[in-house]
């Protein structure tokens, strides 16, 4: 499964940015996915996650109300619509994929999944 995120840029504090994640694979409606980020000189963190039936999604309490997660399955893609952001959202942000999650499983947990994208860069300024 190759992954290739897309989106991030610079923006201002209070702005928007919407990451997109394409998946390669044709079993993409089957993948659990999810959204990472790594700041400078901290460990990689968990953003959100969404099951692979679309029915349940997770995020952390930091972008709660902020970051919304979606996948389109025609397109095998999923986003991650990011609003009033803010300096500390500045990051890498990693989309990933589980393979054989149960259909409403959303999981913050990063062992959990099994291929990354590359990374895309975001940059708030304040």
């Known amino acids: 499964v190759q992954l290739q995120a897309s989106g991030g840029g610079l923006v201002q504090a209070g702005g928007s940015l919407d990451l997109s994640c394409a998946a390669s694979s044709r079993t993409f409606n089957s993948f659990a996915m999810g959204w990472f980020r790594q700041a400078p000189g901290k460990e990689r963190e968990f953003v959100a996650a969404?099951?692979?039936?679309?029915?349940?999604?997770y995020y952390a309490d930091s972008v709660k109300g902020r970051f919304t997660i979606s996948r389109v399955y025609n397109k095998n893609t999923m986003h991650l619509q990011m609003n009033t952001l803010k300096p500390e959202d500045t990051a890498v942000y990693y989309c990933?994929?589980?393979?054989?999650?149960?259909?409403?499983?959303?999981?913050?947990?990063?062992?959990?999944?099994?291929?990354w994208g590359q990374g895309t860069q975001v940059t708030v300024s304040s």
């Open positions: 990933a994929v589980r393979v054989g999650a149960q259909a409403d499983s959303a999981s913050s947990l990063e062992y959990e999944y099994d291929y």
């Open positions: 969404i099951s692979w039936s679309g029915g349940n999604t």
